[in-house]
């Protein structure tokens, strides 16, 4: 088949990039960053960390974890995994 699209993890944003858009004024020092967490209300004292490296992610107070931007776009915003990739574009066309 032609114009088959497959997903290409190069095409990602870097967590970087991605968490200083999600968390707006996102001050980046160390490879894991604390913010208030998105996926449970309040959050006064920050509980989720981030990881700047892999995009990992964990909420010590709700639980909330991943591996990865895609997986945290995925909850945050109750997508699919086809629905998450088409929102990065980071589709390869073969
Ligand atoms: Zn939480």
Redo the contacts with the bound molecule.
Sequence with gaps: MKNKKKFNRALLPTPSEYYSKQFPGLKIKLEWVRVK?C??EP?NNP??SISMVNGNFK?F??G?KGCDIIAFHRLRYKLSFIETINFFGAWSHE
């Design positions: 967490c996926f449970h959050d509980s989720l909420c107070a709700c909330a």
